[in-house]
């Protein structure tokens, strides 16, 4: 009996560089975001509507705002999105801590306790330049700096004792012991080291994340074609093969929290687009384990 998993095509419209899935539990929706081409996207899959906003600089991450709406992470600073409206309606909560030139917020994931952690990704790629942020209640402090040149994975584990981060540039996935109460993150140790050498071995690099209720760890491996599932204590326990070649991210969805969304890249090389035709589009599977419910960020 055949068991592969079903791809679907959720959204047939094509991304740049769709990123950062997020259901909305309360709305039955699901958020993402095209980075270069500045916009957010809503979907409803009950009913198919599909819409989007177009803003001035591009957004990267996204977070449920506990007051209605969304949190936006984009290049020029961390916005209020208000999505009960068709027209851009935006509010600054914090102008960006960074050269822009150079810099830009990327993945991010709200805690249990509604702070907005949100990472950087450092564009010239020469040193690790990367730095993390957190967003409490109305506040965008640094929590690090260095050691990292693109900071994504971001995710927190059921009982928010661990948190999990991806550097994908060093193809590598950390984890480290996370105390919600305070915010303090320490411990940092090695969760899995994914093969860099491309002639071969080579299975992608770990891009965006999400944990299961179960409190396994769900990777989009860019490059790899594949969205691989890992136990707490980083061993390989399922893979999906992907029509895309460079899967972005991942977020558990639907009534049951039993849909896996899968965002991706399209503006890809020719030769690639040829083979993957499926690139850029957001795509869906059914999975056996649910997800949980995103926390929302506290104003």
Not at 72 to 80: D, E, S
Not at 110 to 134: F, S
Not at 136 to 141: D, K
Request: charged share 20%; glycine share 10%.
């Amino acid at each position: 009996m055949d068991t592969t998993p079903i791809i679907q095509v959720a959204c047939d419209a094509v991304m740049q560089t769709g990123e950062s899935p997020l259901w909305h539990a309360d709305e039955q929706v699901l958020y993402w975001v095209d980075i270069p081409a500045r916009t957010v996207h809503r979907l409803d899959p009950a009913s198919g509507a599909h819409h989007a906003w177009l803003l001035e600089s591009e957004p990267a991450s996204l977070a449920i705002a506990d007051q209605g709406g969304l949190i936006v992470a984009t290049r020029n600073g961390v916005l209020h999105l208000d999505t009960a409206s068709d027209a851009v309606r935006t509010t600054l909560i914090a102008p960006a801590p960074y050269d822009t030139a150079i810099t830009r917020f990327n993945d991010g994931k709200v805690d249990g306790a509604g702070r907005y952690w949100i990472g950087t990704i450092y564009e010239p790629r020469d040193k690790p330049a990367a730095e993390m942020y957190v967003l409490e209640q109305g506040q965008l402090r640094r929590a690090w700096a260095g050691g990292m040149t693109n900071s994504n994975g971001l995710a927190f584990s059921p009982d928010q004792k661990t948190m999990y981060h991806a550097d994908t540039s060093a193809h590598l996935l950390r984890r480290f012991h996370y105390d919600v109460a305070t915010g303090a993150v320490g411990n940092e140790q090695v969760f899995r080291q994914f093969s860099a050498d491309k002639t071969s071995n080579y299975g992608g690099r770990p891009d965006g994340g999400a944990v299961d209720s179960e409190g396994n760890y769900w990777s989009a491996l860019f490059e790899g074609a594949r969205i691989v599932k890992l136990s707490p204590g980083g061993e390989v326990l399922a893979e999906i093969a992907l029509p895309v070649r460079c899967p972005t991210m991942v977020a558990f969805g639907g009534p049951n929290l039993r849909t896996l969304y899968i965002t991706s890249a399209g503006a890809r090389p020719v030769e690639e687009l040829a083979q993957y035709p499926f690139s850029g589009k957001l795509l869906a599977v059914q999975v056996d384990v649910a997800g949980r419910p995103e926390p929302a960020y506290r104003q």
